[in-house]
Structure formats: structure tokens, C-alpha cells
């Protein structure tokens, strides 16, 4: 870079009285740049642990090292920059991972586009240098928040699926105080207009106490109130198509009742499945249970993450996780509990519990399992 810079002399065109004012520009936007980018890649670091991400970051951190010459930092002048006084506040706080994710991206798209512009000022190729660097934080922003979906998919144990309810909000948000990660909004009989305002205040929600939020049946509603993901049913349009209005990073999950339709579900690239009704239920009226039996066959046989339904409650929970579910997903006895939160805790320390019995009888000798 700096052999570039000395064979393509700056400012060729541009009057010697505004040149230091673009150095300070060019400055003070690649330092903007580079923090922003800092703060992003501890989370991929840390947070995570994602090499692939980390090192995206990395990389454009030191190619804007390299275009961050001795020339422009000593055209830096703190204190007679009137910016530094300003402020606003949004700045003053973060509610979220997420958010604070979100607002960092947005400050280095907007210090790229700066750069973009004005570095075709300073240098032959500069500008087109951040106008690429601009697209790969795009790129870099799609896969960190689909990265990050599908690791709290991977962590979610227990899947809350909503019933029209008089409280909804206030059980919804009694459920994530207990430690709910995963919700779905579903209700059949609301009209459109009252489905997208409901949902996007349950995405709020949701996404404030950092658990994802996904949409039942509608891809379209699904993109309009920005949730995590769709949930189809056996009759709702295929996996495919809800793919190319989705896009690849947000969430598909897909109910089954038997084998060959979860095999099938997994073929078709979904992200996660339901498995049953595993005991007669009113949200599955006239469906036939598919019992334990299912849940066997999932717990041997499905390559994704998969979530045990139908008819569980805190009652027959044990036998649900002894046939080898390992996550599942519920709508009464949250929905309609007299004290969501404390259900919630339950049957979350419930999972844990088997889990960590499963890891346990995992480690030990065969003889002595």
C-alpha cells in the first residue's frame, strides 16, 4: 500500500486549501471504521468462538491499517474538532448483544461510504477499495446474524408455541424471564393487520431479552415484522421457496408426524423440525398421535435439531426426555400456566438435567453404563 501511494501522488486535482480538511475526514472515518470492526470481532471471538468470522474482521481492520498513512494522522486535530462534542442518546446505551452488534455495523457501513467518496479525492484506487470493503461487511452482517440464529437454535431446549390469549404479552414476557429462547407466534384466526402487530411486538420482545422469534405459517409476515424465521406446516408452500424469499440465514422449521416426512424435511434443507404430536392435543385436533415412538426414531435418526410436541406438560415431561428428546416444544402448559415464569424454570432445569446426565453416562466406561 504505501508503494501505492507513492506512485499515485494524492490530490492531484484538488486545491492545496481543502486538502487538510479531507486528510482529517479521511482520518477520522478509518478510525471510525476500525473500532467499529474491533468491536464486532470480540463478539465473533468471544462470543462466538467463530474463526471464520474473527478473521474476516481482522483482515479489514489491517487493510484499513494500511490505508491509515503518517499523512492523514497528523492531519488529526481533536481539539478543534467540533464533533466531539456531539452526541446522542441512543449512543448513551445498548439494550442487546444484538443491538449492539446492529449499531456498530451501521457505523462502519457509514464510515465506508465516507471513505468511499472522499478517499476518490486522496487516491486513484481508494475509492474503489472501500467500496468492495463496504459490500464485504455487508456479506460480513448477513453471516454474523445467521451465525448467530442458528447457535441459539443449537442452544435452545425448550420452544414455546402461543394460543390466542387475552394476556399474551404478559405471558410471553413472564416465559423469557424464566429463560425462554425460542418463541413462536401462531394464531390461525387474526386478521393480517392484527397478526403484523401483535408479531412485531413479540419480536420486540423477544429479541430484547435476546431469544429468537419466529412466525408460524406466513414467510411474508414473517419479513415484514423482521422475525428469525418461519415455522410450515405439511400443507404450507416448500422449503425451497420459503428459502429464496427468506434468504439463507434466517430460520425454516417444518412439523412432522412420521419418518418419511422428517426425512424428507431434512432432505428439503430445513433448519429444525417439530416431531409429533407426541400425545393428543386441541391445537392438533383429529391428528392421531405419534407417541413415543416417534421421539425414538427422531432421537436415533434426525441429523438436525429437533423438538419433541403435542400434548407435554409438566406431567409427562420425564417421559418424553427418557424416550430421548433432548428439546421440545409446548403451547398450554406455558400459555395457559398459572405462573409461566416458574413453569418455564422447571421444565428448562428439566432439559438441563437430562442433558447433563446424557453427557455424564456419555463419559463413562460401556461396562459401567
Given at each position: 500500500?504505501?508503494?501505492?501511494?507513492?506512485?499515485?501522488?494524492?490530490?492531484?486535482d484538488?486545491p492545496?486549501?481543502m486538502q487538510?480538511?479531507?486528510?482529517?475526514i479521511?482520518?477520522a472515518?478509518l478510525?471510525?471504521?476500525?473500532?467499529?470492526l474491533?468491536?464486532?470481532?470480540?463478539?465473533c471471538r468471544?462470543?462466538?468462538n467463530?474463526?471464520?468470522?474473527s478473521?474476516a474482521?481482522?483482515?479489514?481492520?489491517?487493510?484499513?491499517?494500511?490505508w491509515?498513512?503518517?499523512?492523514?494522522?497528523a492531519a488529526?486535530?481533536?481539539?478543534?474538532?467540533?464533533?466531539?462534542e456531539?452526541?446522542?442518546?441512543?449512543?448513551e446505551?445498548?439494550?442487546s448483544?444484538?443491538n449492539l452488534l446492529?449499531?456498530?455495523l451501521c457505523?462502519?457501513?457509514?464510515?465506508?461510504?465516507?471513505l468511499?467518496?472522499?478517499?476518490?479525492?486522496?487516491?486513484?484506487d481508494?475509492?474503489?477499495?472501500?467500496?468492495r470493503?463496504?459490500y464485504?461487511?455487508?456479506t460480513?452482517?448477513s453471516?454474523?446474524?445467521?451465525?448467530e440464529?442458528h447457535?441459539k437454535?443449537?442452544?435452545s431446549?425448550?420452544y414455546?408455541?402461543?394460543?390466542?390469549?387475552?394476556?399474551?404479552?404478559?405471558?410471553?414476557?413472564?416465559?423469557l424471564?424464566g429463560?425462554?429462547?425460542l418463541?413462536?407466534?401462531r394464531?390461525?384466526?387474526?386478521?393480517?393487520?392484527?397478526q403484523?402487530?401483535?408479531?412485531?411486538?413479540?419480536c420486540?420482545?423477544?429479541?430484547?431479552?435476546e431469544a429468537l422469534?419466529i412466525m408460524?405459517?406466513?414467510?411474508?409476515?414473517?419479513?415484514?415484522?423482521?422475525?428469525?424465521?418461519?415455522?410450515l406446516g405439511?400443507?404450507?408452500?416448500?422449503?425451497?421457496?420459503a428459502?429464496?424469499?427468506l434468504?439463507p440465514?434466517?430460520?425454516?422449521?417444518?412439523?412432522?408426524?412420521?419418518?418419511?416426512e422428517?426425512?424428507?424435511?431434512?432432505?428439503?434443507?430445513a433448519d429444525?423440525?417439530?416431531v409429533?404430536?407426541?400425545?393428543a392435543?386441541p391445537?392438533?385436533?383429529g391428528?392421531t398421535p405419534?407417541?413415543l415412538?416417534?421421539?425414538?426414531y427422531?432421537?436415533?435418526?434426525?441429523?438436525i435439531?429437533?423438538?419433541?410436541?403435542g400434548g407435554i406438560?409438566p406431567t409427562?415431561?420425564?417421559?418424553?426426555?427418557?424416550?430421548?428428546a433432548?428439546r421440545i416444544a409446548?403451547?398450554?402448559?406455558?400459555m395457559?400456566?398459572e405462573?409461566?415464569?416458574?413453569?418455564?424454570?422447571?421444565m428448562?432445569?428439566?432439559?438441563?438435567?437430562?442433558?447433563?446426565?446424557r453427557a455424564?453416562?456419555a463419559?463413562?466406561?460401556?461396562?459401567?453404563?
Amino acid at each position: 500500500m504505501g508503494n501505492q501511494l507513492s506512485q499515485n501522488r494524492p490530490f492531484s486535482d484538488l486545491p492545496p486549501q481543502m486538502q487538510p480538511a479531507v486528510c482529517r475526514i479521511l482520518d477520522a472515518n478509518l478510525d471510525r471504521a476500525r473500532e467499529g470492526l474491533r468491536i464486532v470481532e470480540e463478539w465473533c471471538r468471544f462470543g462466538l468462538n467463530s474463526s471464520h468470522l474473527s478473521e474476516a474482521c481482522k483482515q479489514m481492520r489491517q487493510e484499513l491499517a494500511r490505508w491509515h498513512t503518517p499523512e492523514l494522522r497528523a492531519a488529526r486535530d481533536t481539539l478543534g474538532d467540533v464533533g466531539t462534542e456531539l452526541t446522542h442518546p441512543q449512543e448513551e446505551q445498548r439494550s442487546s448483544i444484538g443491538n449492539l452488534l446492529q449499531a456498530n455495523l451501521c457505523r462502519v457501513q457509514e464510515a465506508l461510504r465516507v471513505l468511499e467518496e472522499y478517499g476518490k479525492l486522496y487516491h486513484a484506487d481508494m475509492g474503489a477499495a472501500f467500496k468492495r470493503m463496504r459490500y464485504e461487511v455487508y456479506t460480513l452482517e448477513s453471516n454474523l446474524l445467521g451465525y448467530e440464529r442458528h447457535q441459539k437454535l443449537l442452544k435452545s431446549h425448550l420452544y414455546v408455541v402461543t394460543s390466542p390469549s387475552d394476556d399474551l404479552f404478559e405471558v410471553v414476557e413472564a416465559a423469557l424471564q424464566g429463560g425462554l429462547t425460542l418463541l413462536q407466534y401462531r394464531d390461525k384466526t387474526a386478521d393480517d393487520s392484527v397478526q403484523i402487530e401483535i408479531a412485531r411486538k413479540l419480536c420486540q420482545l423477544c429479541h430484547r431479552y435476546e431469544a429468537l422469534f419466529i412466525m408460524n405459517d406466513r414467510v411474508d409476515l414473517a419479513l415484514a415484522v423482521d422475525a428469525d424465521g418461519v415455522h410450515l406446516g405439511q400443507q404450507d408452500i416448500p422449503i425451497a421457496f420459503a428459502r429464496q424469499m427468506l434468504g439463507p440465514h434466517r430460520l425454516i422449521g417444518r412439523s412432522t408426524t412420521n419418518m418419511n416426512e422428517m426425512q424428507r424435511a431434512i432432505a428439503e434443507g430445513a433448519d429444525y423440525i417439530g416431531v409429533g404430536p407426541v400425545y393428543a392435543t386441541p391445537t392438533k385436533e383429529g391428528k392421531t398421535p405419534a407417541g413415543l415412538e416417534y421421539v425414538r426414531y427422531a432421537a436415533q435418526h434426525a441429523s438436525i435439531p429437533w423438538f419433541a410436541i403435542g400434548g407435554i406438560d409438566p406431567t409427562n415431561l420425564n417421559d418424553v426426555l427418557m424416550a430421548g428428546a433432548e428439546r421440545i416444544a409446548v403451547v398450554r402448559a406455558i400459555m395457559q400456566a398459572e405462573q409461566p415464569t416458574l413453569v418455564t424454570q422447571y421444565m428448562i432445569s428439566q432439559l438441563t438435567r437430562m442433558k447433563t446426565m446424557r453427557a455424564y453416562q456419555a463419559h463413562l466406561p460401556q461396562s459401567n453404563v
